[in-house]
């Protein structure tokens, strides 16, 4: 089975300061790996995704996330936060078969003036 | 815009009513799928349907009955609803299960609360 796990519900940073949003997921085959992001009273928007290929993958809005097999990790970083990017991020898995999303719990980022 | 349009936005309904949640795509998808997000809990899949046929029921009770008359549209019935079925409701599309290009597009959801 596959899962997804989301290490601190909550990330606060200054603006112009680095963002780290952590994620490990768990998989019995070549995972797919999505980042969405999910603004107050909104649906989730897909910031990017991994399928195959490159493993550094680059999304909207200045995101990144790097593929790492040997750690199960696919963290999301942007160089330089700005308030527009405060918002809830979900990291989410699939076996790339069924297309079904399995999600983790989510992670709110603050971000301060 | 995400091509996902879900109506209503929010929808407040006692325990004894029936209401349909309705999804509706134009994006040329023929996935189609039903999301609960709860407070302080990962999102649930629901329902999933491709070319317009059922292909997962998450254990999902009977209260809440999907259908999906043509692969761009998607309703969600609901009756008999209970408190702890209020939740963020979400839609999303894909381009079919198994086809490859697994990303999906949500809606904005349905905001319900019963009371």
């Known amino acids: 089975a596959q899962s997804v796990t989301q290490l601190g519900s909550h990330v606060s940073v200054s603006e112009g300061a680095l963002v780290l949003l952590r994620c490990n997921y768990s998989?019995?085959?070549?995972?797919?790996l999505f980042w969405y992001v999910q603004y107050p009273n909104q649906g989730l928007q897909l910031l990017l995704k991994?399928?195959?290929?490159?493993?550094l993958v680059k999304g909207i809005n200045g995101f990144e996330a790097e593929f790492k097999k040997s750690e199960t990790s696919f963290h999301l970083t942007k160089p330089s936060a700005h308030m527009s990017d405060a918002a809830e991020y979900f990291c989410?898995?699939?076996?790339?078969?069924?297309?079904?999303?399995?999600f983790g719990t989510g992670t709110r980022l603050q971000v301060f003036p | 815009e995400t091509g996902v349009t879900q109506t209503p936005r929010h929808l407040v309904m006692g325990m004894t009513n029936k209401k349909s949640l309705k999804c509706e795509q134009h994006l040329g998808h023929n996935a189609m799928y039903w999301y609960k997000q709860s407070a302080k809990k990962p999102l649930e899949l629901m329902f999933v349907y491709n070319f317009k046929e059922q292909t997962e029921n998450n254990s999902v009770p009977s209260r809440f009955s999907p259908e999906c008359p043509n692969s761009s549209h998607l309703f969600l019935h609901l009756h008999t609803l209970q408190p702890e079925d209020s939740a963020l409701y979400l839609c999303a599309s894909s381009q079919a299960l198994a086809a490859g290009n697994t990303e999906a597009f949500f809606g904005q959801g349905t905001r319900l609360t019963v009371v």
């Open positions: 991994y399928t195959t290929g490159a493993t």
């Open positions: 998989s019995s085959v070549p995972p797919y």
């Open positions: 989410a898995v699939s076996d790339g078969n069924t297309d079904k999303l399995i």
